[in-house]
Structure formats: structure tokens, C-alpha cells
């Protein structure tokens, strides 16, 4: 299913359209606030081992949706369900079975199963293991557990970003298939406390060294797990400068 997308750039959206997409939106908002809801009720009562959803940080996800494209690449965090399901990588009821580890690749297309709740991916290869044209569809790599761990792997696919663009034999044959010629963007998330790590820094460090084609959006909610903030940073980074 072809979701929102890209509207930022649509030229002569008419009033019912926009609508349409306004009443769209908040339709997803709500189901996703649901979501994390019944999601917290399953875990705490033991029906689903593991889960930490993303209400909250429902709205900002729906907007960064907008602007992302087919070719562009992912990398963040649990916190990103609405956004997944904006991009159409993601069905509450796929969600859901990612909550209860459902081994059938079929309804859990992120990991079968084997990746916790709200660790999500997309596919870049086919059944019979050949690439995908991702540069037709949005793409997420796939979500690894430690906080700030996305950072690194974030730096990479804008390097990679970055490499198709200033080499030539890079912009021709099934390299196509990979990157318009360096056209995409990388996108990432991380939450406020995990800023406080190494990984994040350096991340930030490089793609300024290297100018390469990165976007980082911080969820800064205060606080990590029950941490406040004023006692886990020294300044506050994000709201100060
Ligand atoms: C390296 C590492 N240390 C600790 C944890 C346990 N842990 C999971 S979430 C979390 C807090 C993250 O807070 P923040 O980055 O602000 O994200 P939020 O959940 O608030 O959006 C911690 C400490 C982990 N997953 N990885
Ligand atoms: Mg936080």
C-alpha cells in the first residue's frame, strides 16, 4: 500500500485532499497511541514478553514520514512505530505479532519472531535471496537493542549515500538498483539519555567531518527509563543551543 509519503512536494493539494490526509493521520495517531496502550496491559500481565512503545511520540513521527522517500534508509529505535506504520513497513496486527514473537514470517515480516517487540526492519532481499530495487521502496535496517547502537550504522548508510554519489561506477548497471547516484537521505532517531553516549557523539562528529547526507530526530521526553534528565546530563544539550 502506497501510504502518505512526500507531500511536502505535492504541488496543487486540494482542499478535500488535504483533509483527507489531515483525518488520515490522525486516524494512525490514535491507533498507535491504542496500540502502545493494549501493548504495556499484554506485557505487564505476561501474555507478551517484552515491549516499549512509543506513545508520545506519535505526531513527530506522522511529519518525518512526510518527508521521507522510496531510497531513503532508516535507522533508529523502539520508539518508531507510528513512524513505520506511516511509511506502510509495519500493520498494527504485523506490530502486535512482533509483540508476541510470531515465528511465521508471514504475520511477523520484521524478524519472525526473533528480534523483541518494536525492533523493526524492512526486507532488501527477495525470497530467493537476490536484491531488491530499494531504491522503489522506504527502507529500515534492521533494529539492534542497545541504546545508541543505530548511531554508527546510521553514519554508514549516509557514507554509503556519499560514496554513490562522488563515484561513477557506482551510478551505473544493478548499482542502480541501490542508490539514485547518492540521491537519499539516511534518517535517524535516538532518545534523549542515549545522546549521553559515545556512540552518538562520534556519529554526529563524522557526518559533519564527512558531510554526508544524515538526518537525526531526538526523542527528548527527559527522562531514560525513570531517570530525569537533570540528573543523567550535565547541561541540557538539546533545548540550550
Ligand atoms: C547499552 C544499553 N544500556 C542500557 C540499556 C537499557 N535501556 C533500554 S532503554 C534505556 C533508556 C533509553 O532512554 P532514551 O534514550 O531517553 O530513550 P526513550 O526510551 O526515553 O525514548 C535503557 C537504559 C540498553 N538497551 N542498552
Ligand atoms: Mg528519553
Redesign the pocket.
Known sequence: MEKQGNIGTAKGLSFEDFKKIVLEDFRLINESRQASLLGRKEVLTGKAKFG?FGDG?ELPQIALSKVFKNGDFRSG???DQTFMMAIGAVTLQQWFAGLYAHTDIEHEPMSAGRQMGGHFATRSLNEDGSFRKLIEQKNSSSDI?????QMPRLLGLAYASHFFRVNKDLQQGEFLNYSDKGNEIAFGT????????GLFWETINAAGVLQIPMLVSV???????S?P?NIKQQKKVFQKY
Open positions: 516499549i511520540k529505535y523502539y520508539r537493542s542497545p541504546t545508541g547502537s535516538i532518545g534523549d539519555a542515549s545522546t549521553s553516549e526523542w527528548d521526553d527527559g527522562h531514560g527509563i531517570v534528565k
